[in-house]
């Protein structure tokens, strides 16, 4: 009879799958982040460059320091989103090496559970053929006897 195939690290390969998939749902979520980020700061700096562009209308020298100032916090903030955006590509290349070594780790154990299949398969076929050239001695001893 055929023995079924068990891959005694089987567990372990289940659980490093698990961690491959957490480890991508992370990256997804940072590089969603990191998207979101870059839209923000698109939208400042399309707001910002409207700043730039459009004349004051009144000469009063409050009015002219009320749009320096604005122009300035706008573009403060600008600095800051991009500040945010570096760190958030920072984590993202973290996850990503961290999503690489679990991929690397399942791998591993991918490759040894298709090491021992074919061990198993060749170890079956052996066991098959010993069998059946028993069966045939044993019929041909009773065919002499005859």
Do not use: C, W
């Amino acid at each position: 009879m055929a023995k079924k195939f068990s891959f005694r690290l089987e567990p372990i390969l289940k659980l490093r799958s698990y961690k491959v998939t957490l480890a991508k749902d992370e990256l997804i979520q940072v590089v969603k982040k990191r998207s979101e980020k870059e839209e923000l700061i698109n939208e400042k700096e399309e707001y910002y460059s409207n700043l730039l562009t459009n004349k004051p209308y009144s000469a009063k020298a409050s009015d002219l320091q009320a749009i320096l100032s604005h122009q300035e916090k706008v573009k403060d903030d600008l600095n800051k989103l991009e500040y945010e955006k570096s760190q958030l590509i920072e984590i993202e290349n973290f996850k990503r090496e961290k999503l690489n070594n679990a991929m690397k780790q399942e791998k591993v154990l991918e490759k040894l559970k298709e090491k021992k299949q074919e061990i198993h398969k060749s170890d079956l076929s052996k066991e098959e053929t010993s069998i059946l050239d028993d069966i045939g001695r044993v019929t041909q001893s009773k065919v002499r006897k005859f």
